[in-house]
């Protein structure tokens, strides 16, 4: 019998390989998906010896509109089908919002909005007509909470998938596809590498942190639970639920008061 086949976007490490690691201890096959090929072909190496999984290494910007349609077919060429898809590729974009020019902006909604939604779309009537598929849309907390002073698109963008994935779960119930949105906070990761905010965030209390294992872990059982949205750890499950019942001006006051512990300024950036 055929193994599933999960896709992941943003494969190459993170929350994406950890999440890649926990399917594949759960039987799935990997279509790993990202630009640095080195890594994906270390990490298919590492999943067939430890857990007797094949996988396909596809390499593809996401920055480009032709990567959703590239990797499916690749897929095809491949003789599989999605049965499990992880929307997991992301970044920020540091600065207020006129700060990068509007060509940063198109890059992040491509990779963070258009290319979700256009592989879900893609892929989703296969799991239906199967009766059986898996979509995690990898959000975050900070879709539960005020924006944020700078990176202005990120939550707003992490908003609009935990929206997306309660929609899509009650499209489906019935159909055997699970769909969840998975809300992790401060992980452990490249992430604040790449956002340069690194130096901020490592000045924040353990409390506050997950490894990308731990959040991967509950990721995994809750879109096997089909629960819509998932906010992983107490911590962030107490931010989130505390963020529904705080009036928006305090709400809104007490970002303005925390962004500078998260976010790097203009002036950071050289530009203010």
């Not at 990202?34 to 290494?57: C, T």
Request: proline share 4%; net charge positive.
């Amino acid at each position: 019998m055929t193994r599933p086949l999960v896709l992941i976007t943003g494969a190459s490490a993170g929350i994406g390989a950890a999440l890649a690691r926990e399917f594949a201890a759960h039987g799935w096959d990997l279509a790993l998906t990202a630009r640095r090929k080195d890594r994906l072909d270390d990490l298919a190496e590492e999943m067939k010896a430890k857990n007797g999984v094949d996988s396909l290494v596809i390499t593809a910007d996401m920055h480009k509109k032709t990567a959703p349609k590239a990797i499916l077919k690749a897929v095809e060429d491949a003789g599989r089908h999605v049965d499990g898809l992880i929307n997991n590729a992301g970044y920020g974009v540091p600065g207020t919002f006129n700060t990068p020019g509007w060509s940063d902006h198109a890059a992040f909604l491509q990779i963070m909005l258009i290319a979700p939604c256009e592989l879900t779309y893609l892929t989703l009537p296969g799991m239906q007509s199967r009766g059986f598929g898996r979509i995690i849309n990898v959000a975050s907390l900070a879709g539960h909470l005020p924006g944020s002073n700078g990176h202005t698109l990120y939550a707003a963008d992490k908003a609009f998938l935990i929206k997306f994935s309660q929609s899509l779960n009650l499209e489906n119930i019935g159909t055997g596809v699970h769909v969840s949105a998975l809300c992790p906070g401060f992980t452990y990761s490249e992430f604040h590498d790449v956002n340069n905010t690194r130096g901020l965030v490592s000045k924040l209390p353990g409390w506050m942190w997950l490894t990308a294992e731990e959040v991967a872990a509950i990721g995994y059982k809750a879109v096997e639970k089909n629960v819509a949205v998932r906010v992983p750890g107490m911590a962030n499950k107490t931010i989130a639920a505390l963020s529904k019942i705080l009036p928006e001006p305090l709400a809104m006051g007490m970002m303005k008061a925390q962004t500078k512990n998260f976010r790097v300024s203009d002036k950071d950036l050289g530009k203010g």
